[in-house]
């Protein structure tokens, strides 16, 4: 077995290292309390970080354009997507523009955008921001949560998404 350090192949060697890990996919999204106007991201990087208090984690780069309107809107709705919103998934993932054009979503109970059909979805507030890197650990408090969903998960593999098969 060939080893390499992280160091020696450089970020494409350990991005391809790390991309053999499949995680699950989600949207994150808020709106404006004043505008009105919705913002979002999708993200892989999501885990729980504890049941009591209820806490949830995600990662943003700091080239993220979106997460400082997500940020100063306070309120964020994080959908658990599934595998059939893949095509959701590539329009938060990407820059500028009305992300939201077309998406089906609704409020949750305190007005933070969740996306129809995702699995499940948690209303939450930033608790916490920790640099780390090229990125910013998020952690939030869960406030509401709801499981309604049925499907399967929307996963990202090897910088893509994909399903997941039996």
Not at 16 to 29: D, H, K
Not at 47 to 72: E, G, K, Y
Not at 87 to 111: N, T, V, Y
């Amino acid at each position: 077995m060939t080893q390499v350090t992280a160091l020696a192949g450089g970020t494409r060697c350990l991005r391809s290292v790390l991309g053999r890990f499949a995680t699950g996919v989600i949207a994150v999204a808020a709106q404006d309390p004043v505008t009105g106007r919705r913002s979002g991201l999708a993200a892989n990087s999501f885990s729980s970080v504890s049941l009591d208090p209820p806490l949830v984690s995600f990662c943003v780069a700091h080239t993220s354009t979106s997460w400082p309107a997500l940020r100063s809107a306070g309120l964020l709705g994080i959908s658990i997507l599934r595998a059939d919103q893949r095509e959701a998934a590539a329009r938060l993932a990407q820059r500028g523009g009305d992300k939201f054009r077309d998406l089906s979503w609704e409020g949750s109970p305190g007005g933070a955008p969740v996306l129809d059909g995702a699995l499940a979805w948690l209303e939450c507030a930033i608790e916490a921001e920790h640099p780390a890197g090229d990125h910013v650990i998020v952690v939030c408090r869960v406030l509401r949560l709801d499981a309604s969903g049925e499907g399967e998960p929307l996963l990202f593999f090897r910088g893509a998404f994909g399903g997941f098969s039996h």
